[in-house]
């Protein structure tokens, strides 16, 4: 059972810039968490998407970032005009749907993708 | 309330020694206490977790205490080896939530002396 994947690993951008990032979970997990990490910081929580719904989006910035997690596909977490301080790794994580087997608190984690803006 | 604090920021050890990490809460909704240990360039990967209905809980070298009231929680480390040598964050959650979103601790950086 493959893991969670994320793509691209590293992204450079320049300053306004759209950085888009990809996220697949892993097989037979329906929910996906995306959580930024700036340099020697812990982990900041900004949304959780289901299958084409966006349950809890609190952690992310008002504008310029979104996400989605369509019927199809990998969830994309998309940054518009990118600036400096978007610099982070953003990882993304997944959990199984609540009434398939496993432990529906634990969140697996991909590799993250780091991004840096020039 | 929603945060979870974590001490120490960094932590040296000899090897063989015992390593131990602090954390605290607030929210007495959490229900579900991970611990990840991240490796430089990598994601968090699950260490181990505790729910508040048990005090300790033991997984090979790496034991979780819990005390619920005084919303504490730790992780000790025994015959600490260099390959243990990581960050480590402990976390909450809340089980079955619509939002069931982790907090993480801010982090120690474990390093562990040959």
Known sequence: NAGVMQNPRHLVRRRGQEARLRCSPMKGHSHVYWYRQLPEEGLKFMVYLQKENIIDESGMPKERFSAEFPKEGPSILRIQQVVRGDSAAYFCASSPFPSGAGNTDTQYFGPGTRLTVL | ?114
């Open chain 2, 1 to 114: 309330q929603q945060q979870v604090k974590q001490s120490p920021q960094s932590l040296i050890v000899q090897k063989g020694g015992i390593s131990i990490i602090n954390c605290a809460y607030e929210n007495t909704a959490f229900d579900y206490f991970p611990w990840y240990q991240q490796f430089p360039g990598k994601g968090p990967a699950l260490l181990i977790a505790i729910r508040p209905d048990v005090s300790e809980k033991k997984e090979g070298r790496f034991t979780i205490s819990f005390n619920k009231s005084a919303k504490q929680f730790s992780l000790h480390i025994m015959d600490s080896q260099p390959g243990d040598s990581a960050t480590y964050f402990c976390a909450a959650s809340r089980s079955y939530s619509s939002a069931s979103k982790i907090i993480f601790g801010s982090g120690t950086r474990l390093s562990i002396r040959p």
